[in-house]
């Protein structure tokens, strides 16, 4: 059974790898399709977050622009609000300011400013660098006592000028100049140079461009000169002065609040444009670092609207600043574009992909329960099929016991009833109908070991004139009329089966017999064989013919011709067996000629081995 399943088997796992082959290859295209969706996603987003991270940087380095004047103003008035704003120079830190005042209670600077008050209500000339000051203080303050505001202008002027001529240390300036304000401040005429004096605005031959910028820039670029208890002495004072004067003092107080708040610690290889934390942006050029401080969430907000002008972004887009180092590059700074529809239909492609995916597996799911199916069917098949031919085998074999019994019989029967004329052709019908049988029998048998593959001929040198000779005794006995039977054979013999090919001259013979209505049944044999092309043997008969059509489906197994008059009885294995036996010995056979005259066949042999 199994070499009868071996090319069905062969074939349908021949399809079943091909089927495989095209649904891995449709697999593969379905990821590749799943692949590029996503990748065309993926492109656009980074696209959207390159320009939206190229927009943010536009948009710091805009800001740093828009407030590089405040930070020059910064840098050149301690008064001016420094919040937001850094400046770094030759390794120091302008903006924001670094100095404070240094811890400790110690007043040195409040003991000098009450020894100067003292000194101007003493008589006596003040020691040191004191006493040329304290003079033109006093004169000052005895022409303002005569209402000479003439000569006491000119004397203030002088002192002015000798302070910015003989510059003293910040720790001695700053004191003498709050108690020179605190006793000029109650003469009308002075006024004008002693608000000079708080708040700034003197000529520059007074110090106006140096020292005297005023007492609240001094003590705030002075502050790390003092210590806590000395800043807070002298910074009660300059404000008490200030209120007093009507000098504005809310920057004053601002940014002494903010003193020594804002120290930035650089990164040591600062050499592009780069963001600390979320909170500054810094800009180096050359020796100077620039800066401000930022919020990117007001950025990226306006980013975000401006890109859903351009129909970039829906309406439930957004962009987001991706996540910080510490210290970020501005080159290497990530934002990230939230798009929810996108995430949707990243969602629809992975179903898609896996629908796809289950469509595939199911198929081939069908396809290897359609082979098993396909073979069970074709293993039943041919069960059926070796059952069946078992039992015409078993069957053929228990009818040929009965059949000689039965034979046997008519011959005693025709040897003792010879002399009755009623009975006399008994037996000779009798066995008539036996040798009918027992051909069929002969037939069945043969046909089913040949169909199997159980028949292994024995060739052996045949002459065809004894095969003949056989013919003609057996069809004597088969046939009901008479039959002349002539052979043109020769000397011919073929290398054959004999009882193979007296089989199939048998069924040609008794087929010329019963599809015949002449009377006699003429049949001839020839022999044609052309040098080294075989032999070919023509089988002629004066029977009624066969339909052209009909040529090929005559030897097909159980198919028999209908034809008008009496029915023919027969098997319709006749010819099949005789197709069978010609392809045991690697011949054929076929109708040469057919018309209502008679049928002739043609059995060719091929040429005989050494």
């Known amino acids: 059974m199994l070499r009868r399943l071996l090319p069905m088997l062969v074939a ?51 800001q740093l622009v828009a407030r590089s004047p405040d930070i020059n103003k910064a840098v050149e008035d301690p008064l001016v609000q420094a919040d937001g704003l850094y400046l770094f120079f030759r390794n120091h830190q302008f903006l924001p300011r670094l100095p404070r005042p240094q811890p400790g209670s110690r007043m040195p600077a409040g003991k000098l400013h009450g020894e100067l008050s003292q000194l101007l209500d003493s008589p006596s000339p003040p020691p040191g660098p004191w006493q040329e000051r304290m003079e033109l203080l006093r004169s000052v303050e005895a022409a303002l006592s005569r209402r000479n505001a003439a ?25 003498f100049t709050v108690v020179l ?22 000529a520059d031959e007074f110090g106006g461009t140096a ?27 300059i404000r008490e002065l200030s209120l007093r004067l009507g000098e504005p003092t809310e920057d004053f107080q601002s940014r002494v609040q903010e003193l020594g708040t804002g120290a930035i610690v650089l990164p040591g290889n600062l050499s592009e444009p780069t963001l600390i934390g979320e909170r500054w942006y810094l800009e180096p050029d050359g020796e ?21 002008k351009r129909e970039l972004l829906g309406s439930k887009d957004e962009v987001r600043l991706g996540r910080l180092g510490t210290v970020q590059r501005l080159s290497s700074l990530q934002v990230e574009a939230i798009i929810p529809r996108w995430a949707a239909e990243e969602e629809a492609i992975s179903q898609r992909y896996g629908l796809k995916t289950m469509l595939v597996a199911i198929c081939g799911a069908l396809a290897v329960a359609i082979v098993v199916l ?69 037939n069945i048998l043969s046909f089913n070991r040949i169909d199997k593959g159980r028949w292994v001929p ?54 010329a017999c019963a599809y015949n209505h002449r009377s006699p049944v003429e049949i001839s044999v020839r022999v044609h064989a052309p040098p080294g092309q075989g032999c070919t043997v023509l089988f002629g008969d ?18 028999r011709l209908t034809q008008a008059g009496p029915e023919v009885h027969g098997s319709g294995l006749g010819l099949a067996l005789c197709r069978r036996i010609m392809h045991v010995h690697g011949g054929q056979i076929r109708v040469a000629a057919s018309s209502p005259q008679g049928t002739t066949f043609a059995l060719t042999f091929p040429e005989p081995h050494p």
């Open 458 to 511: 024995k060739l052996t040198q045949v002459k065809l004139e004894e095969l003949i000779g056989t013919l003609r005794s057996d069809l004597a006995s088969a046939a009901r009329g008479p039959v002349q039977l002539t052979a043109d054979v020769g000397d011919t013999e073929l290398q054959a089966d004999p009882s193979l090919l007296r089989l199939l001259l048998s069924n040609l013979g008794r087929n």
């Open 181 to 202: 304000v605190d006793r000029l401040q109650r003469h009308e005429a002075a006024l004008p140079l002693v608000r000079g004096l708080i708040h700034g605005g003197l």
């Open 374 to 442: 396909a073979g069970l069917a074709q293993h039943r098949k041919y069960r059926f099929l070796e059952l069946k031919s078992d039992f015409v085998a078993t069957v053929s074999h228990e009818l040929r016991t009965p059949l000689a019994s039965i034979r046997l019989l008519a011959e005693t029967l025709e040897m003792r009833a010879g002399g009755s004329p009623e009975v006399r052709d008994y037996p000779t019908r009798i066995l008539q109908a036996t040798d009918g049988l027992h051909f069929l029998v002969e």
């Open 542 to 559: 004066n029977g009624v013919g066969i339909p052209e059509s009909e040529w090929e489906h005559v030897f097909l197994d159980f198919y």
């Open 151 to 175: 000569g006491a202008e000119q004397l203030l002027e002088a002192l002015l000028r000798y302070r910015a001529e003989h510059p003293l240390p910040a720790e001695q300036e700053i004191p």
């Open 211 to 237: 020292r005297g910028a005023g007492l609240q820039r001094d003590l705030l670029r002075e502050c790390q000169r003092f210590t806590q208890a000395d800043f807070n002495f002298l910074y009660e004072r």
């Open 288 to 308: 100077i670092v620039r800066g401000v401080a930022i919020h990117p969430e007001e950025f990226l907000r306006a980013i975000t609207q401006e890109m859903r």
């Open 12 to 62: 349908l796992g021949c399809g079943l790898l091909a089927l495989g082959w095209g649904l891995v290859s449709l697999q593969r295209l379905f990821a590749q399709e799943t692949w590029d969706a996503r990748a065309q996603l993926r492109a656009h987003r980074e696209e959207l977050e390159r320009y939206a991270a190229e927009a943010l940087r536009q948009k710091l380095k805009q």
